[in-house]
């Protein structure tokens, strides 16, 4: 019996196929090892040292005191290892450590861009490692680098001191304790005391790095920026010293003496005057004892104007009674030239301040003559006193209001208890302050009057109802003590139940006071 048949035909058949694959696998082994050997080989023999090569010599000496190696060479001393040459007048060669030092007028070529001068140097040839001493100076056509002692890597390019150095280009000087250069990227960074000056200004900084092709210095850590106009501080930022842009960030402050201002993030540009702060700002003038927050703000010298939005306020800094004013976006002009400054606030104003509050759509604030001018549906409220009109003006002095003017539709309520309310309506009015309460008001032209009238023990006595074209209003202790009409009047006193409701209130009559605010915070809601 044959046990032999087409099974085993199969089983022939896998046997070799695994063996084909085993064969590959080992040829692609074989590869990968040989390619991983070449590597390795051509990186060992890449970083074989090769030998220092003597060029010249005036004249060769031998000195046994100092080693069977040591070669002694004097006047215009040459040499080269791979493509850096270096020149002295005087040296050692140690052929057997494969290094060299030099004296005296020392000079390495390090590169086309690149020389080194200094004293006295260092020099192994298994390490490219070069230590230069004594009046060091390290030249490229974007700057000259000096110090006492430098250390140079001509595997990388990387020059470095620790014992204080100076680099200048053309705008610049820059000094530190601690500084690196690289020679490829034009590049350098210092630590520890360090000064950079410029014709405009000083820096003083604790870690920056400084590209000496685009002038632009990086710092990291406490900075300072000091100049005749303004100083600067940060903890992190860049100022391109060529075109005099910069940002600066991390506890970012500026101030001029008069003004300051703070901000995450600050981004300068000399040239345009334009300035811009994002985050937390705070901007201070102590001239006209104001303070702007918000957190977005951009600033044009040119036209003496900054502009501040996100949750700008406004604050007019009193020992007493600080005014809050918050706007969608505040504005502030100076004109330099009539020494005048403005505020404006637009959209949806809104001030704070104890004795005194207000809203509309848009203001003003003078600082020249301390008035506010509030338009488009403007409403001001004064102790129990609400007042509004088309536009409205309130001059003020020394934490005191001197005046209210309301311009056309003007209307004054206050509520008189639980009865109702006391109304002066007119074209315009004026009302006149005293120690920041209401006691005059004139009225210019149709007005109309309802007020309580009340006896001396509080009692009240009627309701005048009354129309002339001028009318003035004395008012004290927040009553109305007396009223004068300086045209024929049409009056009538209602007993105070015989009025009916409808004649209780002047056309147009509003009471707002659920806009009223009462509170600093206040200022930021809008009912």
Known sequence: MSFVGNNDDLILNDLMRLLQRRHRYSTIRFLMASLLWCLVSSIVVAQRPTKIDLISADRMQFDRALGDDVRRLIDNVQFRHEETNMFCDSAYLYSETNSLRAFSNVF???????????????????????????????????????????????????????????????????????????????????????????????????????????EIAYFFGPTTIESEENTIFCRNGWYDTRNDIARFSRDAFFTNNEQSLTG?????????????????????????????????????????????????????????????????????????????????????????????????????????????????????????????????????????????????????????????????????MIGYFSENELYRIDVDGNGETIYYIREEDGSTVGINKALAADIIIFIEDRKVSGIRFLSRPEAQLFPPDDMPEDDKLLRSFQWLDHRRPVSREDVFLWR
């Open 108 to 214: 390495i070529q390090v590169s086309d861009t690149v020389s080194i001068y200094s004293d006295r140097l260092y020099y192994n040839g298994n390490s490219r490692l070069a230590e230069l001493t004594g009046n060091v100076r390290m030249v490229d056509p974007q700057m000259t680098l000096t110090t006492n002692q430098l250390f140079y890597d001509l595997n990388t390019d990387v020059a470095r001191y620790v014992t204080g150095g100076q680099l200048e280009d053309i705008d610049n000087v820059l000094v530190s304790r601690e500084g690196y250069y690289y020679a490829e990227p034009k590049e350098a960074f210092f630590r520890h005391d360090v000064v950079l000056t410029n014709p405009e200004y000083i820096m003083y900084s604790d870690t920056l790095k400084y590209n000496t092709l685009t």
């Open 264 to 428: 995450d993030t600050l981004f300068y540009d000399r040239n345009l005057g334009y300035g811009r702060a994002d985050n937390n700002i705070v901007m201070r003038d102590s001239v006209q004892n104001t303070i702007i927050t918000g957190h977005f703000a951009e600033h044009f010298e040119e036209k003496g104007l900054s502009i501040v939005t996100k949750e700008a306020l406004l604050i007019l800094a009193s020992e007493t009674d600080s005014l809050f004013l918050h706007a969608d976006t505040l504005k502030s002009l100076v004109d330099q030239e009539n020494d005048h400054r403005w505020v404006f606030a637009y959209y949806k104003a809104k001030f704070f301040r104890n004795d005194i509050q207000g809203l509309s759509d848009s203001l003003v604030y003078s600082f020249s003559d301390s008035t506010i001018y509030m338009y488009h549906n403007p409403v001001l409220w004064s102790d129990v006193h609400q007042l509004t009109a088309q536009r409205i003006e309130v001059k003020t002095g020394e934490e005191e209001i001197h005046s209210v003017h309301l311009f056309d539709a003007a209307f004054i309520i206050s509520e008189e208890e639980e009865l109702g309310f006391n109304q002066v309506k007119g074209r315009d």
